[in-house]
C-alpha cells in the first residue's frame, strides 16, 4: 500500500463480506511512529483504526464494531504497544463500527464531539443481535423484497460477534476544535459534523503530516450521508485538501489522496445534480435511485465500480429530507427495516445489471 510499511497483517485471502481483498490487512505504519490498521476491502464494519505513538504511550483513533475483532487489533499491534501502551481513546464518529470497542478502554478518557456523545446510545448493539437471528427468517419470505432484506442484513452482520458489547460514550466531549497532546505529539481534532452522522470528526497530525478522516471519506466504496447535509460533507472534505497531508487515512478503504477525495467531492455533486429534477418530478426516493443507478452517466462514471453502491438509497433520502420533499418513511423499528428492505432492492437491481 503507498506511503506504508506493513508492521503486522493478519494473512487473510477474503474479506469479512467473503470478497478477494484487495489489500492486504493488518497494521501499517504510515509515518514515523503513526499507524493505520487497515481492513479489506471497506465494506460494513470493514473499519479501519488509526495508532498514533507518542514516546511511551499510544493515542488509539477509533475502535472495533465488536470485542472480537478489537482484541485482534491489540494482539497484532503488541510490538508498538508493550514500548507505548494506549492512553488515550478518540472517536471519529458514533457509528458503532467507530466506537463499540470503547468498553476495552473503560477508565481511560476518551474524547468525541458532543454530537457524537448524544449519538452513541442511539442504536444498542441488542438490536443487531435481534437483526442477526432474524436475517435467515426473512430470506424465507419471498414477498415485497423481504427475502433481499433477509440477505442483505445477513451478509453485513454475520461476521460480527456483538454478544457482550456495551456502549462506552466518550468521556471528554468537545465542540467545535480542540487538541490533544501527549508528550510533545499533536494532535488536532476538528468537528466536521454533522455531515455522514452528526458528529463527525476528523484528526490532523501536522508534524506527521497526517490525517485520519472517519468515515468523511471512503475509498472504493460508496459513501453515505446519514445525518446530511451533504453540503456539510463536501466543505469538510475540502477541509482535508486544505490541510494537504501527505498521507489520509480513510474510514474504509485503502490508504487515500488528494485525487481520492477529489473523487468523492465529485461523487456528491454528481448525486445533487443527478437526483433533484427526479425529486422535483415527484419520484419516489426508491424509484429515482433505480433511474439513476440505470442511467447511462452513472455506467460510465468511475464511482459505478465502487463497492457498497446501493447506498445511494440512504443518502438520497437525506437529500429528499434536506430538500424538504415527502419520503416514504415509516416510524420506528419497522421504518428502519424498510429503509433496509428498499436499499437492498436497490442492490438487487444493480447486482442483475452486472449480470448483463
Known sequence: MRHARMVAGTGRRHSRMGEPV????????????TYAWMVPNGSWGETNLGLVRCGDQSVLIDTCWDLHHMREVLSHAQSVLNEAPITRVINTHADGDHCWGNQLFAGLPITATQAAVAQMHHHPP???????????????????????LGRYMGDMLRPYRFDGVQVLPASQPFSGETTVSVQGSTLHLMEVGPGHTDGDCIVHLPQRGVVYAG?????????????GPVSSIVRALQRVLDLQPEVIVPGHGPLADAEDVRAQIDYWEWLQVSLRPLADKGLL???AC??????SAFKRAPFARWRAQERVFTSACTLYREWRLPLDAWPGALGALNHFRQQALVQQLLWQQAQG
Do not use: C, M
Open 22 to 33: 484487495a489489500f492486504a490487512e493488518g497494521l501499517y505504519e504510515v509515518a514515523p511512529d
Open 126 to 148: 441488542r438490536q443487531l443481535r435481534a437483526l442477526q437471528r432474524s436475517a435467515r427468517w426473512f430470506e424465507a419470505i419471498p414477498l415485497a423484497g423481504v427475502n433481499h
Open 215 to 227: 468515515d468523511i471519506l471512503f475509498v472504493g466504496v460508496t459513501p453515505v450521508a446519514w445525518a
Open 285 to 287: 426516493v426508491k424509484e
Open 290 to 295: 433505480e433511474s439513476l443507478v440505470r442511467s
